[in-house]
């Protein structure tokens, strides 16, 4: 889940670790959440239950667009020191394409442990940054723009085709594990497609391009506001003036693919980044700050390990059961521990043990 580790500790900004690492406890406790309901337990159990609700709640996928942001972060800070340089390009290119397709084909796999992981589309986005990160900041913004307006118009048109009774099953249900199946689900139909989760990740490359500058935070509050905010008012104004058909168009749902949606998260997502960077930043000596950078370059131990763990208590020896208080001590406490150990861990190593894998196969 992590980006590689391609500085050294003393060159590489603690926000984007530290954001990681929270972002992933949201991760975490949206995660928990769904599967519990998936397993019977009641979806509507109080105020925090909706706020959390990993479908229709305000936090729906806010999580998961800031850990997309920040990988893009990652690919910046990576890649920042080889333009200029074609050989390293180069040996770039092919590394961020490995990696990305290494853990595009570990997600397919760990797929049938974790439904609906992640990581498939992540990596996923790894294999396209191979093609973007030498391009210009324009144009990067504007691939990521085309990616939002794509999905909104590919959710358009199949909303427009089913309400004229046209079946879209040949995009839509292409069938499981089928070539066209893998492609479509990358981009169209999975949990985080490419279209539009990759105008989160092109954000985050952009963002990676300004954290050398001194006017960072205020850039982002301001981007992060009036996205948020157009996105708030457009949804206010628009709602009740709209038909059933039209509301769809403008709907902040993550499952419509709105433009609204790509808007409202990435509001949330810079803002979030500015504001918990700022204070990784200031306090970038404190141990609680130190420890979660930590636990944020093992992002993808953590992750794995809090779906088996999952699978092992809840699935397996049926210790876990219950609504969104369960889910809420039971995030708690993996990651509280999965943060500790990675800490732990990389004062004595330089990766964490999954990552090192990963690291060891693409390098």
């Known amino acids: 889940m992590n980006t590689p580790r391609d500085l050294a500790p003393a060159q590489r900004h603690p926000a984007p670790d530290v954001v990681r690492s929270l972002a992933l406890f949201g991760v975490i406790l949206m995660n ?12 509507r159990d109080g105020w925090a239950s909706e706020l959390f609700d990993p479908w229709t709640g305000v936090f729906s996928t806010r999580f998961a667009a800031t850990f997309v942001l920040v990988a893009g972060i990652g690919v910046t800070l990576m890649t920042r020191s080889a333009l200029g340089d074609a050989d390293r390009v180069r040996t770039l290119r092919w590394r961020l394409a490995s990696r990305g397709l290494v853990l595009y084909a570990f997600g397919l796999g760990f797929d049938v442990v974790w439904s609906g992981s992640i990581l498939p589309f992540y990596g996923a986005m790894f294999a ?11 144009w990067i913004v504007g691939i990521g723009a085309a990616a939002a307006i794509a999905g909104w118009g590919i959710a358009w048109w199949v909303l427009e085709r089913r309400l004229d009774g046209q079946s879209t ?3 839509t249900d ?6 066209r199946g893998l492609v479509f689900d990358v981009f169209v139909n999975g949990t985080h497609p490419l279209l539009p989760w990759l105008a989160f990740f092109c954000a985050g490359m952009v963002v990676g391009r300004l954290l050398t500058s001194g006017s960072v935070t205020r850039v982002l509050l301001a981007a992060g506001t009036v996205s948020l905010a157009g996105a708030i008012i457009g949804h206010a104004v628009l709602w009740d003036d709209l038909d059933p058909r039209a509301r769809v168009l403008f709907s902040t749902d993550p499952f419509d693919r709105g433009l609204l949606y790509v808007m409202s998260m990435l509001g949330t997502a810079l803002l979030a980044f500015a504001a918990i960077g700022w204070l990784a930043e200031r306090f970038a000596h404190e141990p609680a700050v130190d420890g ?6 093992a992002s993808l131990t953590i992750y794995v390990l809090h779906a ?7 699935d397996q020896l049926g210790w876990v059961s219950g609504g969104f208080p369960t889910a809420l001590v039971f ?10 150990a990675a800490a732990i861990w990389l004062s004595h190593h330089e990766r964490g043990p999954f990552e090192q894998v990963y690291r060891s196969i693409t390098r």
Do not use: C, D, K
Not at 292 to 297: F, V
Not at 308 to 314: E, G, R, S, T
């Open 32 to 43: 928990y959440h769904g599967y519990l309901i998936i397993r019977g337990a009641p979806r």
């Open 128 to 138: 396209v940054a191979a093609l973007l990160f030498t391009l210009r900041s324009a």
């Open 169 to 171: 099953a040949w995009l």
């Open 174 to 179: 292409p069938g499981p594990r089928t070539v």
């Open 292 to 297: 979660l950078r930590r636990a944020g370059q």
């Open 308 to 314: 088996l763990v999952f699978n092992l208590l809840v």
């Open 331 to 340: 995030a708690v406490v993996v990651w509280t521990n999965g943060t500790v």
